[in-house]
Each structure stands twice: as C-alpha cells, then as structure tokens.
T-cell receptor, first 111, second 115 residues
C-alpha cells in the first residue's frame, strides 16, 4: 500500500532559524513527489515536484530534495509569512493522476 | 490567479438535506478531476475520481450513493452530498491536473458543516 509519513507533526521556529521537514514514503513505483503549502481554510498551493533521487529544487527560502525513500523540505531563514501546513504527496506509477498525501507538518514561525 | 475554482467556500446545512459543491477549471479543460476530503489534523483523503462523460470511480469505503459526482462538461465537476449528517462535516477539496503540466491544481476548498 502506498504510504506517506511526514515529521514532525508540528514545528515552531524563531524567525531566521533554519530547519528541515521530512517526508518518508513507500510507493510501488514513484511517478512524482509533490510539496504543497496549505494555509488554514484554503486549498493546497503548489511548491515543487521532484521525480528522481538526487533531484533538488529551490524557490526563495525553500529547497526540496529527494532520495529513494524520503524527501526533505529545507527552510532557510524563515519569516513569519512562511507559517503554514506543508503537505507532501506522492503520485504512484500506473497512469492515474491521483495523489497520496501525508498528514502534513504545521510550521509556525515566530517574529 | 486561481485556475481551479470551487464553490461555495463554506456551507451550513441541516441534517437530512443535500448539498452541491462545484469545481470548475477556469482556463483549461479537465477530463479528470479529483475530490478529496480533509478532517482536522488529517491528510487529504481521495474520495473519488471524476471522469468527464462517464461514471466516477470511488475509493474503497466511500459510498457512491451518498456522494454523487457529475462531470458533465470538460470544465465542471460537481459533488453532491445527499442526506447529509453531522459526520459528513468536513473540508472538501477538488483538484484537476492540467495537460503538459507537472502538477495538479487545487480549488479553494469547501467547509461543510451539517447541523
């Protein structure tokens, strides 16, 4: 069964304090791994797609990396506006576009 | 701007009534759309895959007679929660993959509260 586990469930950081979020996955063939940001009461907002081990993508203070078993979302010098829930999802191979999500990591950045 | 629009953003209904949620792709055609449900502090759980012009595909454990899905056009899918009960209260989100894009676009979500 395809499964995604994210850790920690919640993370509190001071502004400027860098950290990483983890996404471990088991999937019967990986088509893609996705990171989304979700604000309270909103739908997920796309951040990155990673396709193969060793791949890295960067956007502003965020950098996503991928290995064969997990992905990390690194946050460098976060700001309060980075506070949100970060969701990881995998798209298994097989033709369907559906995603399997983790429970997310709720990030709070204090000023 | 938003490329997938979901309506309404929130709805409160009485137990036993039905509620319809719309999901529209704004600037592309979507032959497939997905409906997810999200409970507090839980992940998005896929409920069903909506297919334009054919029957929806439901995930295991999702009652197809309770959650009616219609995908009558290439830009619109609807989810109707029939005979809603308080346990159906949740956050419902739709998504649509766009051709030649590496990602799915999500709607804003609908907060359903059944009283």
């Amino acid at each position: 069964e395809d499964q995604v586990t994210q850790s920690p469930e919640a993370l509190r950081l001071q502004e400027g304090e860098s950290s990483s979020l983890n996404c471990s996955y088991t999937v019967s063939g990986l088509r893609g791994l996705f990171w989304y940001r979700q604000d309270p009461g909103k739908g997920p907002e796309f951040l990155f797609t990673l396709y193969s081990a060793g791949e890295e993508k960067e956007k502003e203070r965020l950098k996503a990396t991928l290995t064969k078993k997990e992905s990390f979302l690194h946050i460098t010098a976060p700001k309060p506006e980075d506070s949100a829930t970060y969701l990881c999802a995998v798209q298994p191979q097989g033709g369907s576009e559906k995603l399997v999500f983790g429970k997310g990591t709720k990030l709070t950045v204090n000023p | 701007g938003a490329v997938v629009s979901q309506h309404p953003s929130w709805v409160i209904c009485k137990s036993g009534t039905s509620v319809k949620i719309e999901c529209r792709s704004l600037d592309f055609q979507a032959t497939t759309m997905f409906w997810y449900r999200q409970f507090p502090k839980q992940s998005l759980m896929l409920m069903a895959t909506s297919n334009e012009g054919s029957k929806a595909t439901y995930e295991q454990g999702v009652e197809k007679d309770k959650f009616l899905i219609n995908h009558a056009s290439l830009t619109l899918s609807t989810l109707t929660v029939t005979s809603a009960h308080p346990e159906d209260s949740s956050f419902y989100i739709c998504s649509a993959p766009r051709a030649l894009s590496s990602r799915a676009f999500f709607g804003q979500g609908t907060r359903l509260t059944v009283v």
